[in-house]
């Protein structure tokens, strides 16, 4: 869902997010789909804590980070009620902390993490709401489980007492075609209606499918995203300095 954009902020940003939002509603209403089903993930990982204000007074309320330390820096930089959601890859160690910061966890690919992460959602007495991240393009340089090791990672974490397993998510190999990101983006979606919502897990219209990024959300919008994570398009080129 995107939302109505205040015209006194910074006009890049503003009109990212305004088209942005409007290539989102059209290629969910080309899809038969209700654009309301479909959130805006703002990715500012490597962008300061002003351009996250920024987007967030143009309208947008979700935004990713990849890295937990930086996210924790810039989160109390921030008094703005943001919703905040790891997208990147999560390391053991950091569970704790991603707890405490993420409302959404979308990169959970092994039993080890289920495990961690329900252990530090136990001790703060949430209910933390995860994706489990599939490499669906078999890349090796892509983390994620794979698809025939899903079922048991789907079992683990529906098992656990203080996690919320939500849906799935994917990274498709890099092309400057999105139509190339199509079939990935269809892999995932059946993956999830046999795996999540086809075991009663998550009823089929509360299921998140969290795929497309800058290059390719249009098409993940017409495959069924609910979650697409978009940085570049809206921030601009990442400062890696």
């Keep these: 869902m995107c939302y109505d954009v205040a015209p006194e902020v910074d006009m890049s940003i503003r009109s990212n997010i305004a088209h942005i939002c409007s290539e989102i509603t059209s290629a969910a209403r080309s899809a038969g789909r209700s654009p309301d089903r479909i959130r805006l993930v703002a990715v500012s990982k490597t962008h300061p804590a002003e351009a996250v204000r920024t987007a967030f007074h143009a309208g947008q309320t979700i935004f990713g980070e990849s890295r937990v330390q930086e996210a924790e820096a810039k989160i109390d930089m921030l008094a703005e009620p943001i919703e905040w959601h790891l997208v990147g890859h999560l390391q ?20 080890k993490l289920i495990r961690e992460l329900d252990k530090r959602a136990s001790g703060l007495s949430k209910r933390q709401k995860i994706l489990l991240q599939v490499n669906v393009s078999g890349e090796q340089s892509k983390f994620g489980v794979t698809p025939d090791r899903l079922p048991a990672l789907v079992s683990a974490a529906a098992s656990s007492d203080h996690l919320e397993l939500k849906g799935l998510m994917t990274i498709p190999p890099f092309t400057a075609d999105p139509e190339s990101s199509r079939p990935y983006f269809v892999q995932l979606r059946e993956l999830a209606e046999i795996e999540i919502a086809g075991r009663g897990i998550v009823p089929a219209e509360e299921m998140e499918l969290s795929m497309g990024m800058s290059g390719d ?6 495959e069924g995203a609910t979650l697409v994570r978009v940085g570049t398009a809206i921030f601009g080129e990442r400062n890696t300095g």
Excluded: G, P
């Design 217 to 222: 959300f249009r098409v993940a919008v017409e």
């Design 92 to 111: 053991s160690n950091k569970c704790r902390i991603a707890v405490q910061l993420f409302e959404v966890i979308h990169a959970v690919d092994s039993l």
